[in-house]
């Protein structure tokens, strides 16, 4: 007779994540972050021993494990969207590494009231190039989902984030 602690058990797999490669091209490996109590889904795009940071999750951990032991520095941390479905910790991860977060404009301003952000941010722009290690990443403004959604072209794959799945689009 085991008594099982529920509230521990639901609390770690609350917090479970996991990463694994997604692509590999010889300039860059895209990794997943993903948390699966939460269906959240987050990449990490490596290239020369640097890394961009895509929709990072509130934990830190995952990411900050992930560039130790890939050895990456990371370059600068972005969100595809801000939007109630996706509580980022894209501008805290940022401070803590010294590097810039970059959002779309049209998601830096509250959609009701039209409030500009408060948050420090640089701003992504359709068609914006960003060198990382040996490989650019193309900005796509894809409107939809949200106002400033963007997805991101990474050699002959796209990271979309919520605006293309599976069996759907958002």
Same mark, same amino acid.
């Given at each position: ?40 889904? %987050?990449?990490?795009?490596? %290239? ?19 560039? %130790? ?98 069996? %759907?689009?958002?």
């Amino acid at each position: 007779f085991h008594v099982i602690n529920l509230v521990g058990g639901m609390q770690a797999w609350s917090q479970a994540t996991f990463t694994r490669p997604v692509a590999r091209e010889a300039a860059f490996t895209i990794f997943q972050i993903g948390r699966p109590s939460r269906g959240c889904l %987050s990449h990490v795009v490596a %290239s020369s021993g640097e890394a961009a940071i895509i929709d990072p999750l509130r934990n830190p951990e995952p990411y900050l494990a992930l560039l %130790s032991s890939e050895q990456l520095r990371a370059r600068f941390v972005l969100d595809t969207h801000a939007h109630a479905d996706h509580v980022s910790g894209g501008p805290a991860l940022a401070h803590r590494l010294g590097v810039p977060y970059l959002l779309h404009p049209y998601d830096a301003i509250h959609p009701m009231d039209l409030l500009p952000a408060t948050i420090p941010y640089e701003p992504l722009r359709d068609g914006e190039l960003l060198k990382l290690g040996s490989v650019t990443i193309e900005v796509l403004h894809i409107p939809g989902h949200t106002l400033g959604n963007v997805a991101l072209r990474v050699g002959s794959s796209l990271v979309a984030s919520d605006s293309i799945f599976i069996d %759907s689009v958002a």
